[in-house]
């Protein structure tokens, strides 16, 4: 009965290291990939369509295709991506697809239009009288814009919020690997006055 329990826990831990050594492996492969793959993500990256009355926007190239593929393995290239303003849309899109929070990242739209002139009674606006049309997006906490020409630009000071949006939903063992939220995390706790190794925390005052 001893030496069948003790063959059993030697299956067992052989077991649990060759499953670690395949998840670091698979790890590890997506690493470089994965950071190259985000490096050629920009706004060629972002696809957007009107459909009816919404705009659908979605991830499309071959970056954004490949990371897909990679999947989770690469949420801290991803998560990294985020204060970047070229590359911070599409990363978020790819984050929500990977994750599954297309709920959560549903993506909401408001039109603006500024026609050259007003139109006289009865008449309908001219679509090529337009002076300026503007969509403007949110998805999670991140804004942006795009112009008549398609022209697209990130609302910067959503950036951070938008960070702050994905590392307090990932995991901790995925935390780990983005150096984006622990230095976020770094920088919030020194702005609340406590030190990042942990010890007490030092008054404003004392700290000048």
């Known amino acids: 009965m001893t030496e069948s329990r003790s063959h059993a826990r030697r299956h067992v831990v052989v077991m ?18 994965a950071s190259k793959l985000v490096r050629d993500l920009s706004w060629e990256s972002v696809h957007g369509e009107c459909n009816g009355l919404t705009w659908r926007i979605e991830p499309q190239g071959r970056a954004a295709s490949r990371l897909l593929e990679v999947g989770q393995p690469a949420t ?35 039109a603006t239009v500024e026609p050259m002139a007003e139109p006289r ?25 795009s112009s008549a020409g398609g022209r697209y630009s990130v609302v910067t000071s959503t950036l951070e919020a938008n960070l702050g949006w994905w590392c307090g939903y990932l995991p901790e063992d995925t935390l780990r690997l983005t150096s984006a939220c622990s230095s976020r995390r770094a920088r919030l706790r020194s702005e609340l006055g406590q030190s990042v190794d942990g010890r007490a925390p030092v008054a404003a005052d004392a700290q000048r």
Not at 122 to 139: C, K, P, R, W
């Open 76 to 110: 801290g290239d991803l998560v990294d991506a985020l204060l970047d303003p070229d590359r911070a849309v599409p990363a978020h899109l790819i984050l929500c697809r990977i994750w599954s929070r297309e709920a959560a990242c549903a993506t909401r739209s408001t």
């Open 16 to 33: 649990v290291f060759f499953m670690g050594a395949i998840m670091f492996a698979v790890t590890s492969s997506a690493g470089p990939k």
């Open 121 to 145: 009674v009865g008449e309908q606006l001219d679509i090529n009288a337009i002076h300026e049309f503007e969509v403007g997006y949110a998805s999670g906490a991140l804004e942006w814009r």
